[in-house]
């Protein structure tokens, strides 16, 4: 008889959690409006608002070639690319080839069917000076695929910033991002087309 008091239990911590975190979301869209939201990066720190799966109303923006951009894999972790243009972006496979894909590619095998670009306070995409040539320049190379230090996340940090370093999760690919651009990373939904 506890086994289904226990599965109500945790239904009901999940719904807790879920709740907390759309009012979150909404809470950092209305700063974002309002202009109150956090502008700074501190080091150590992952993005100031992460991709996800709930619609909060917040503005959706338009792809930038050499945006950075992500989906869910699973809705647990996040896959990591950078957009091209014209409804194309290059991503590391898990085969360890860096192919040029079509948003339909990019979200085939995963769950979910929207990406996310890494931007500021402002809605505007952080891209950075040579971010679009190194992803061009990759794309049909073959890197030695493995999930925790030659990963998707590995693939991005290089064409942003030329350097080849190890990192195991989104999380800290968003610190080296913010780092970088010296501001606070937010994950705004792209805008495409049907």
Not at 26 to 48: F, P, V, Y
Not at 135 to 157: M, P, T
């Amino acid at each position: 008889m506890a086994f289904p008091l226990i599965w109500l239990g945790a239904a009901a911590v999940g719904a807790a959690i879920v709740a907390e975190e759309r009012e979150k979301q909404k809470s950092i869209a209305l700063k974002r409006r309002q202009g109150r939201a956090n502008t700074d990066h501190r080091q150590g720190q992952s993005a100031e608002l992460a991709p996800s799966l709930w619609k909060t109303g917040n503005k959706m923006v338009l792809p930038e070639p050499g945006g950075i951009v992500c989906c869910f894999v699973f809705g647990v972790i996040e896959h990591t690319g950078i957009w091209l243009g014209d409804n194309t972006l290059v991503e590391l496979h898990g085969s360890g080839l860096v192919r040029a894909v079509s948003v339909e590619r990019f979200l085939a095998g995963r769950t979910g069917s929207r990406i996310y670009q890494a931007c500021n306070h402002r809605h505007q995409a952080l891209v950075g000076e040579q971010v679009l040539d190194r992803a061009k320049q990759s794309i049909f190379n073959y890197r030695e695929y493995d999930l925790f230090d030659n990963n998707c996340h590995r693939f991005v940090w290089h064409c942003l910033s030329g350097e080849e370093m190890a990192l195991s999760s989104f999380s800290k690919l968003n610190d080296r991002i913010g780092t970088h651009f010296s501001e606070a990373v937010y994950w705004d939904e792209l805008d495409l087309p049907s």
